[in-house]
C-alpha cells in the first residue's frame, strides 16, 4: 500500500516541510491547522473563539477535498497557548463534531507558530 499526498487549495498551504494531509490506506492524517485565512495566509483578527472557528473551517474543508467529513473523525490533537481558552475551545470544538465525537487530547504548549493561540491536527478515514 502506498500513501497519497493531499492538496486542497481550501485552506492554507504548508509553511514548511510538511504535507497539509496523507492519506494510507483508507486513513487520512491531517497536519496541524493554525489560525490562517487560506486566501490571505495571515491569522485572522481576534481572540481565541474566532481563531478556533477559522481552525475548525480549515479542518472542515481540508477533510472535504480529501473525500472525508467532519462525521469521520477518529482522532484530533489540540495545542493550546494557554488553558484558560480550554472552555471556549470546547464549546465550538463540539459544535463542528457533535456526530463524531473523535479520540481527543488537549495540551497546553510554550508557544505555537506565527504566535497563534490554537492548532489542531486530526485523523479521520476515508
Same mark, same amino acid.
Given at each position: 500500500?502506498?500513501?497519497?499526498?493531499?492538496?486542497?487549495?481550501?485552506?492554507?498551504?504548508?509553511?514548511?516541510?510538511?504535507?497539509?494531509?496523507?492519506?494510507?490506506?483508507? =486513513? +487520512?492524517? *491531517? %497536519?496541524?491547522?493554525? @489560525?490562517?485565512?487560506?486566501?490571505?495566509?495571515? !491569522?485572522?483578527?481576534?481572540?481565541?473563539?474566532?481563531?478556533?472557528?477559522q481552525v475548525m473551517e480549515n479542518?472542515?474543508?481540508?477533510?472535504?477535498?480529501?473525500?472525508?467529513?467532519?462525521?469521520? =473523525? +477518529?482522532? *484530533? %490533537?489540540?495545542?493550546? @497557548?494557554?488553558?484558560?481558552?480550554?472552555?471556549? !475551545?470546547?464549546?465550538?470544538?463540539?459544535?463542528?463534531?457533535?456526530?463524531?465525537?473523535?479520540?481527543?487530547?488537549?495540551?497546553?504548549?510554550?508557544?505555537?507558530?506565527?504566535?497563534?493561540?490554537?492548532?489542531?491536527?486530526?485523523?479521520?478515514?476515508?
Amino acid at each position: 500500500m502506498s500513501h497519497k499526498i493531499i492538496k486542497s487549495n481550501r485552506v492554507p498551504d504548508a509553511i514548511g516541510p510538511y504535507s497539509q494531509a496523507v492519506c494510507y490506506g483508507n =486513513l +487520512l492524517f *491531517c %497536519s496541524g491547522q493554525i @489560525a490562517l485565512d487560506p486566501h490571505t495566509m495571515h !491569522v485572522v483578527d481576534g481572540g481565541i473563539r474566532e481563531q478556533t472557528i477559522q481552525v475548525m473551517e480549515n479542518i472542515k474543508s481540508l477533510l472535504e477535498d480529501a473525500g472525508s467529513s467532519m462525521d469521520r =473523525l +477518529l482522532k *484530533c %490533537s489540540i495545542f493550546l @497557548a494557554s488553558m484558560d481558552d480550554f472552555a471556549v !475551545v470546547n464549546e465550538i470544538y463540539g459544535s463542528y463534531v457533535q456526530s463524531s465525537k473523535p479520540a481527543r487530547e488537549t495540551m497546553a504548549v510554550r508557544t505555537l507558530p506565527k504566535n497563534v493561540l490554537i492548532e489542531i491536527s486530526a485523523t479521520a478515514y476515508i
